[in-house]
Antibody
């Protein structure tokens, strides 16, 4: 069974940092693009970042470029999202997803809530 | 405001058919594949359609996707109350070098 489990969310003040983790199991992790998608409370989905199978390229939505970094550790079957200089508008549920837009995001975690507030 | 435009809501009676549109441009839908996602209340999204019209294993053939030019459509036949959810389209945008989701469409089954 394909499984993705996010962790690391929580309450942080504006300007602060958080590191989200996503552990994967049930598939050959190193063969897949991995992505982060977020959803503000009561709002729609927003693509955040994508990392290629070999980690050689990363892509970000413009609003997080320079502040967020996606990375992966294939030995640990994990993908990460380092979030710095957090803003109130970064508040939302962050989902880890397998895949990319070309092939579709075919597996999702349960999400982890990030709240940026003073 | 999303660059992929979906109607905020659609509704139809149980057993009937409904279509949800997703309108984009030549830099996204017109040049790249579209995928569709279902998000039931309080749950993570689920892939329904990928590469415009392909269904993942386990997705019933009541769900179908199509694309023409810069617009895509999700069709659901034989509506069931369990289909009440938010539906999102998604595509890569080559001009932005980034991904896009539509604003989402809330389906109500009457």
């Amino acid at each position: 069974e394909v499984k993705l489990v996010e962790s690391g969310g929580g309450l942080v003040q504006p300007g602060g940092s958080l590191r989200l983790s996503c552990g994967a199991s049930g598939f050959a992790f190193s063969n897949f693009y991995m992505s982060w998608v977020r959803q503000a409370p009561g709002k729609g989905l927003e693509y955040v970042a994508i990392i290629e199978e070999d980690g050689s390229h990363q892509y970000y939505v413009a609003s997080v470029t320079g502040r967020f970094t996606i990375s992966r550790d294939d030995a640990k079957n994990s993908v990460y999202l380092q979030m710095n200089t957090l803003k109130v508008e970064d508040t939302g549920t962050y989902y880890c997803a397998r895949g990319r837009f070309l092939t579709g995001f075919d597996a999702w975690g349960q999400g982890t809530l990030v709240t940026v507030s003073s | 405001q999303s660059v992929l435009t979906q109607p905020p809501s659609v509704s139809a009676a149980a057993g009937q058919k409904v279509t949800i549109s997703c309108s984009g441009s030549n830099s996204n839908i017109g040049r790249d594949y579209v995928s569709w996602y279902q998000q039931l209340p309080g749950t993570a999204p689920k892939l329904l359609i990928f590469q415009d019209d392909q269904r993942p294993s386990g997705i019933p053939d009541r769900f179908s996707g199509s694309k023409s030019g810069t617009s895509a459509t999700l069709a659901i036949t034989g509506l069931q109350t369990g289909d009440e959810a938010d539906y999102y389209c998604g595509a890569w945008d080559r001009a932005l070098s980034g991904g896009l989701f539509g604003g989402g469409t809330k389906l109500t089954v009457l």
